[in-house]
Protein backbone atom coordinates (compact mmCIF):
# COMPACT_ATOMS: atom_id res chain seq x y z
CA UNK A 1 0.00 0.00 0.00
CA UNK A 2 3.09 2.62 1.09
CA UNK A 3 4.75 1.66 -2.66
CA UNK A 4 1.36 2.19 -4.51
CA UNK A 5 1.10 5.71 -2.17
CA UNK A 6 4.47 6.42 -2.99
CA UNK A 7 3.95 5.49 -6.57
CA UNK A 8 0.94 8.36 -6.66
CA UNK A 9 3.12 10.72 -5.27
CA UNK A 10 6.06 10.55 -7.37
CA UNK A 11 3.53 11.04 -10.33
CA UNK A 12 2.19 14.70 -9.14
CA UNK A 13 5.20 15.58 -8.07
CA UNK A 14 6.56 14.98 -11.46
CA UNK A 15 3.13 16.29 -13.03
CA UNK A 16 4.16 19.36 -11.23
CA UNK A 17 7.31 19.90 -12.25
CA UNK A 18 6.08 19.30 -16.10
CA UNK A 19 3.45 21.72 -15.53
CA UNK A 20 6.25 24.58 -14.32
CA UNK A 21 8.60 23.60 -17.55
CA UNK A 22 5.86 23.20 -19.91
CA UNK A 23 4.63 26.29 -22.45
CA UNK A 24 2.70 29.41 -20.60
CA UNK A 25 1.48 30.62 -24.03
CA UNK A 26 0.74 29.09 -27.87
CA UNK A 27 1.13 31.46 -30.51
CA UNK A 28 0.85 29.74 -34.24
CA UNK A 29 0.23 31.59 -38.02
CA UNK A 30 0.48 30.81 -41.41
CA UNK A 31 0.59 33.58 -44.12
CA UNK A 32 -0.11 33.52 -48.19
CA UNK A 33 0.25 36.65 -50.62
CA UNK A 34 -3.17 37.19 -52.62
CA UNK A 35 -3.44 39.19 -55.78
CA UNK A 36 -6.36 41.35 -53.93
CA UNK A 37 -6.10 44.52 -52.65
CA UNK A 38 -6.43 44.31 -48.55
CA UNK A 39 -9.78 46.11 -48.14
CA UNK A 40 -11.71 43.52 -50.12
CA UNK A 41 -9.83 40.75 -48.60
CA UNK A 42 -10.62 42.40 -44.75
CA UNK A 43 -14.14 42.63 -46.36
CA UNK A 44 -14.65 39.06 -47.08
CA UNK A 45 -12.78 37.77 -43.96
CA UNK A 46 -15.40 39.76 -42.31
CA UNK A 47 -18.12 37.74 -43.44
CA UNK A 48 -18.31 34.25 -41.53
CA UNK A 49 -21.13 33.12 -44.16
CA UNK A 50 -18.64 33.21 -46.54
CA UNK A 51 -16.10 31.48 -44.28
CA UNK A 52 -18.53 28.98 -43.69
CA UNK A 53 -19.42 28.45 -47.18
CA UNK A 54 -16.35 28.97 -49.21
CA UNK A 55 -13.43 28.28 -47.59
CA UNK A 56 -13.12 27.10 -43.90
CA UNK A 57 -10.71 23.80 -43.85
CA UNK A 58 -13.05 22.76 -41.83
CA UNK A 59 -16.79 22.42 -42.94
CA UNK A 60 -14.97 18.81 -44.79
CA UNK A 61 -15.67 17.03 -41.69
CA UNK A 62 -19.41 17.68 -41.40
CA UNK A 63 -21.10 19.74 -44.48
CA UNK A 64 -24.49 19.24 -43.00
CA UNK A 65 -23.94 20.10 -39.88
CA UNK A 66 -26.11 22.10 -37.18
CA UNK A 67 -24.86 26.22 -37.49
CA UNK A 68 -26.28 29.19 -36.85
CA UNK A 69 -24.77 33.11 -37.84
CA UNK A 70 -25.92 36.24 -36.30
CA UNK A 71 -24.70 39.77 -36.74
CA UNK A 72 -23.59 41.73 -39.81
CA UNK A 73 -20.67 40.97 -41.40
CA UNK A 74 -17.69 43.28 -40.72
CA UNK A 75 -19.14 44.49 -37.36
CA UNK A 76 -18.55 43.16 -33.98
CA UNK A 77 -20.87 40.55 -32.12
CA UNK A 78 -21.10 38.80 -35.63
CA UNK A 79 -20.70 34.72 -34.71
CA UNK A 80 -20.89 31.30 -36.09
CA UNK A 81 -21.94 28.52 -33.69
CA UNK A 82 -21.52 24.76 -34.90
CA UNK A 83 -22.57 21.50 -33.45
CA UNK A 84 -21.61 18.55 -35.25
CA UNK A 85 -21.10 14.85 -34.37
CA UNK A 86 -17.77 14.89 -36.50
CA UNK A 87 -14.90 14.43 -33.71
CA UNK A 88 -12.86 17.20 -35.43
CA UNK A 89 -14.96 19.95 -34.77
CA UNK A 90 -17.52 18.79 -32.03
CA UNK A 91 -19.11 22.07 -31.00
CA UNK A 92 -18.55 25.52 -31.04
CA UNK A 93 -18.67 29.58 -31.68
CA UNK A 94 -15.87 32.01 -33.70
CA UNK A 95 -17.12 35.66 -32.42
CA UNK A 96 -15.82 39.06 -34.23
CA UNK A 97 -14.48 40.59 -31.52
CA UNK A 98 -12.32 43.63 -32.88
CA UNK A 99 -11.59 45.18 -36.12
CA UNK A 100 -7.91 46.84 -35.46
CA UNK A 101 -6.32 48.58 -37.99
CA UNK A 102 -5.77 46.27 -40.71
CA UNK A 103 -7.09 43.17 -39.01
CA UNK A 104 -9.79 41.16 -37.31
CA UNK A 105 -9.73 39.53 -34.08
CA UNK A 106 -11.95 36.71 -33.69
CA UNK A 107 -12.58 34.50 -30.31
CA UNK A 108 -12.73 31.03 -30.97
CA UNK A 109 -13.87 28.53 -28.69
CA UNK A 110 -14.30 24.98 -28.98
CA UNK A 111 -16.12 22.28 -26.55
CA UNK A 112 -13.73 20.47 -24.91
CA UNK A 113 -10.69 23.28 -25.58
CA UNK A 114 -10.91 25.43 -22.46
CA UNK A 115 -10.97 28.77 -22.62
CA UNK A 116 -11.39 30.53 -25.43
CA UNK A 117 -8.63 31.05 -27.63
CA UNK A 118 -7.72 34.47 -29.67
CA UNK A 119 -7.19 34.08 -33.52
CA UNK A 120 -6.79 37.04 -35.57
CA UNK A 121 -6.23 37.96 -39.22
CA UNK A 122 -3.63 40.28 -40.46
CA UNK A 123 -2.58 42.00 -43.88
CA UNK A 124 -0.14 44.00 -45.61
CA UNK A 125 -0.01 45.71 -48.71
CA UNK A 126 3.40 44.11 -49.97
CA UNK A 127 2.77 45.53 -53.54
CA UNK A 128 0.33 46.99 -55.83
CA UNK A 129 -2.89 45.03 -55.50
CA UNK A 130 -1.00 42.22 -53.82
CA UNK A 131 -1.47 41.22 -50.13
CA UNK A 132 -0.14 39.13 -47.47
CA UNK A 133 -2.27 37.77 -45.42
CA UNK A 134 -1.99 35.68 -42.20
CA UNK A 135 -3.72 34.18 -40.18
CA UNK A 136 -2.94 33.10 -36.36
CA UNK A 137 -4.14 32.01 -33.10
CA UNK A 138 -2.84 32.62 -29.76
CA UNK A 139 -4.03 31.54 -26.44
CA UNK A 140 -2.72 31.14 -22.68
CA UNK A 141 -2.04 27.27 -21.40
CA UNK A 142 -3.30 26.67 -17.89
CA UNK A 143 -1.14 25.36 -15.55
CA UNK A 144 -2.60 22.08 -15.53
CA UNK A 145 -3.05 21.63 -19.28
CA UNK A 146 1.22 22.53 -19.67
CA UNK A 147 2.52 18.90 -19.26
CA UNK A 148 0.18 17.77 -21.50
CA UNK A 149 1.59 20.57 -24.26
CA UNK A 150 4.98 18.82 -23.96
CA UNK A 151 3.75 15.98 -25.89
CA UNK A 152 1.73 17.85 -28.61
CA UNK A 153 2.83 19.50 -31.34
CA UNK A 154 0.17 22.19 -31.69
CA UNK A 155 1.50 23.85 -35.27
CA UNK A 156 1.51 20.64 -36.84
CA UNK A 157 -1.69 19.67 -35.70
CA UNK A 158 -3.46 23.15 -36.71
CA UNK A 159 -1.26 24.43 -38.86
CA UNK A 160 -2.01 22.27 -42.26
CA UNK A 161 -5.80 23.37 -41.40
CA UNK A 162 -4.81 27.04 -41.53
CA UNK A 163 -2.50 26.58 -44.49
CA UNK A 164 -5.62 24.59 -46.11
CA UNK A 165 -7.61 27.40 -45.22
CA UNK A 166 -5.67 30.36 -46.80
CA UNK A 167 -5.22 28.45 -50.41
CA UNK A 168 -8.96 27.90 -50.39
CA UNK A 169 -9.98 31.43 -49.66
CA UNK A 170 -6.97 32.64 -51.93
CA UNK A 171 -8.42 30.56 -54.56
CA UNK A 172 -11.77 32.20 -54.29
CA UNK A 173 -11.32 35.50 -53.78
CA UNK A 174 -8.91 35.85 -56.84
CA UNK A 175 -11.54 34.83 -59.00
CA UNK A 176 -14.13 37.19 -57.80
CA UNK A 177 -14.68 40.54 -59.57
CA UNK A 178 -13.38 43.82 -56.59
CA UNK A 179 -16.32 45.55 -58.37
CA UNK A 180 -18.56 43.26 -56.71
CA UNK A 181 -18.17 44.95 -53.54
CA UNK A 182 -16.76 48.13 -54.32
CA UNK A 183 -17.92 51.50 -53.30
CA UNK A 184 -17.37 54.65 -54.63
CA UNK A 185 -16.88 57.41 -52.50
CA UNK A 186 -17.35 60.92 -53.65
CA UNK A 187 -15.45 63.69 -52.64
CA UNK A 188 -16.78 67.38 -51.98
CA UNK A 189 -14.77 70.27 -51.28
CA UNK A 190 -16.39 72.70 -48.56
CA UNK A 191 -15.53 75.62 -46.64
CA UNK A 192 -15.90 75.63 -43.08
CA UNK A 193 -16.53 78.30 -40.94
CA UNK A 194 -15.08 79.23 -37.60
CA UNK A 195 -16.22 76.56 -35.65
CA UNK A 196 -15.82 75.09 -31.57
CA UNK A 197 -16.19 71.62 -30.03
CA UNK A 198 -15.84 70.60 -26.79
CA UNK A 199 -14.39 67.40 -25.92
CA UNK A 200 -11.62 65.75 -23.94
CA UNK A 201 -8.46 65.02 -26.19
CA UNK A 202 -6.66 61.67 -25.34
CA UNK A 203 -4.13 59.52 -26.95
CA UNK A 204 -5.67 55.90 -27.24
CA UNK A 205 -4.26 52.91 -28.60
CA UNK A 206 -6.62 52.03 -31.73
CA UNK A 207 -7.71 49.16 -29.63
CA UNK A 208 -9.20 51.30 -27.10
CA UNK A 209 -10.86 53.43 -28.82
CA UNK A 210 -14.57 51.70 -29.02
CA UNK A 211 -14.88 51.34 -25.40
CA UNK A 212 -13.93 55.06 -24.89
CA UNK A 213 -16.43 56.26 -26.96
CA UNK A 214 -19.03 54.26 -25.43
CA UNK A 215 -18.28 55.46 -22.30
CA UNK A 216 -17.43 59.48 -23.14
CA UNK A 217 -19.97 60.31 -25.75
CA UNK A 218 -22.88 59.29 -23.33
CA UNK A 219 -21.10 61.36 -20.51
CA UNK A 220 -20.16 64.77 -22.55
CA UNK A 221 -23.67 64.41 -23.95
CA UNK A 222 -24.83 64.80 -20.12
CA UNK A 223 -22.68 67.47 -19.00
CA UNK A 224 -24.18 69.49 -22.67
CA UNK A 225 -27.25 69.16 -21.70
CA UNK A 226 -26.70 70.37 -18.06
CA UNK A 227 -25.12 73.22 -19.07
CA UNK A 228 -27.86 73.85 -21.48
CA UNK A 229 -25.70 74.01 -24.28
CA UNK A 230 -27.14 73.31 -27.78
CA UNK A 231 -25.07 70.77 -29.50
CA UNK A 232 -24.76 71.70 -33.24
CA UNK A 233 -23.51 68.60 -34.77
CA UNK A 234 -24.24 64.69 -33.93
CA UNK A 235 -21.76 62.79 -31.61
CA UNK A 236 -17.97 63.47 -33.66
CA UNK A 237 -14.76 62.36 -33.18
CA UNK A 238 -11.53 65.19 -34.15
CA UNK A 239 -8.25 63.33 -34.96
CA UNK A 240 -5.26 65.23 -34.56
CA UNK A 241 -2.38 62.72 -34.61
CA UNK A 242 -2.72 59.41 -36.61
CA UNK A 243 0.21 57.11 -35.28
CA UNK A 244 0.02 53.73 -37.87
CA UNK A 245 3.33 52.53 -36.52
CA UNK A 246 2.48 52.74 -32.60
CA UNK A 247 -1.11 51.49 -33.43
CA UNK A 248 -2.34 55.34 -31.54
CA UNK A 249 -3.84 58.39 -31.90
CA UNK A 250 -4.13 61.47 -30.67
CA UNK A 251 -8.44 62.27 -30.52
CA UNK A 252 -11.11 63.91 -28.61
CA UNK A 253 -15.33 62.56 -28.42
CA UNK A 254 -16.77 65.84 -28.64
CA UNK A 255 -19.75 67.80 -30.09
CA UNK A 256 -20.00 70.93 -31.81
CA UNK A 257 -20.98 74.25 -30.11
CA UNK A 258 -21.22 77.75 -30.73
CA UNK A 259 -17.97 79.47 -31.36
CA UNK A 260 -15.83 79.62 -27.85
CA UNK A 261 -18.46 77.82 -25.97
CA UNK A 262 -16.91 76.88 -22.12
CA UNK A 263 -18.11 73.85 -20.92
CA UNK A 264 -16.92 72.85 -17.13
CA UNK A 265 -14.49 69.80 -17.16
CA UNK A 266 -14.16 69.66 -20.66
CA UNK A 267 -11.44 71.24 -23.15
CA UNK A 268 -13.03 73.79 -26.39
CA UNK A 269 -10.87 73.39 -29.87
CA UNK A 270 -11.69 76.59 -31.95
CA UNK A 271 -10.59 76.04 -35.21
CA UNK A 272 -10.31 79.03 -38.07
CA UNK A 273 -12.64 79.04 -41.17
CA UNK A 274 -10.72 76.66 -44.20
CA UNK A 275 -11.40 74.27 -46.54
CA UNK A 276 -12.54 70.83 -45.90
CA UNK A 277 -12.92 67.34 -47.57
CA UNK A 278 -16.16 65.09 -47.64
CA UNK A 279 -16.85 61.95 -48.16
CA UNK A 280 -20.26 60.39 -46.39
CA UNK A 281 -19.85 56.76 -45.44
CA UNK A 282 -22.44 53.82 -44.96
CA UNK A 283 -21.83 51.18 -42.69
CA UNK A 284 -20.10 49.68 -39.71
CA UNK A 285 -17.68 52.61 -37.59
CA UNK A 286 -15.14 49.92 -37.77
CA UNK A 287 -14.75 49.55 -41.78
CA UNK A 288 -14.36 53.59 -42.59
CA UNK A 289 -10.61 52.57 -43.98
CA UNK A 290 -11.74 52.90 -47.79
CA UNK A 291 -13.70 56.39 -46.91
CA UNK A 292 -10.44 57.64 -45.42
CA UNK A 293 -8.20 55.94 -48.61
CA UNK A 294 -10.54 57.83 -51.19
CA UNK A 295 -10.11 61.47 -49.22
CA UNK A 296 -6.10 60.25 -48.99
CA UNK A 297 -5.74 59.53 -53.11
CA UNK A 298 -7.86 63.17 -53.84
CA UNK A 299 -5.46 64.79 -51.86
CA UNK A 300 -2.35 63.32 -53.21
CA UNK A 301 -3.56 63.52 -56.89
CA UNK A 302 -4.55 67.82 -55.45
CA UNK A 303 -1.60 68.04 -54.05
CA UNK A 304 -3.10 68.97 -50.51
CA UNK A 305 -2.36 68.36 -46.65
CA UNK A 306 -4.49 68.04 -43.74
CA UNK A 307 -4.76 69.08 -40.41
CA UNK A 308 -7.60 67.68 -38.24
CA UNK A 309 -9.95 64.32 -39.49
CA UNK A 310 -13.69 64.76 -38.00
CA UNK A 311 -16.37 61.98 -38.18
CA UNK A 312 -19.89 62.98 -37.49
CA UNK A 313 -21.95 60.19 -36.41
CA UNK A 314 -25.13 60.73 -37.77
CA UNK A 315 -26.93 57.16 -36.96
CA UNK A 316 -27.76 56.38 -33.65
CA UNK A 317 -27.08 53.07 -33.30
CA UNK A 318 -29.00 52.66 -30.17
CA UNK A 319 -32.02 52.96 -32.72
CA UNK A 320 -31.03 51.46 -35.80
CA UNK A 321 -29.47 47.68 -35.56
CA UNK A 322 -28.47 47.63 -39.24
CA UNK A 323 -25.24 48.71 -39.43
CA UNK A 324 -25.18 48.88 -43.04
CA UNK A 325 -27.92 52.36 -42.82
CA UNK A 326 -25.12 53.71 -40.16
CA UNK A 327 -24.28 57.30 -41.47
CA UNK A 328 -20.97 58.95 -40.75
CA UNK A 329 -19.95 61.86 -42.72
CA UNK A 330 -16.19 62.25 -42.69
CA UNK A 331 -13.78 65.75 -42.96
CA UNK A 332 -10.69 66.88 -43.55
CA UNK A 333 -9.38 70.10 -42.61
CA UNK A 334 -6.97 70.72 -45.79
CA UNK A 335 -5.20 73.19 -46.97
Do not use: C
Amino acid sequence: MKKFLYVIIGLVVIYFILAFIGPKHIDLSRQIEINKDKEFILEKLGDLQFFQAEWSPWTKYDPKMNKEIIGTPGSVGHQLSWKSEAKEIHQGTLTMVAYPQDSIIQSFAMEGMGDASKTYYAVNSSKENSTTLTWGMSFDVGFFQRPIMLFMNFDKMIGPDYEEGLKNFKNKVETMPTAQTAVEYKVEELNWEETSYVGKKVTLKFSEIAAHYAKEFPALYVAIEKAKIAPQSPPSSIVTIYDEANQKMEMAASFKVANGTKLPGYETFNFAATKVLKVVYYGAYERTQPAHMAIDAYMKEKKLTNGAVFEEYVTDPMVEKDTAKWLTNIYYMVK
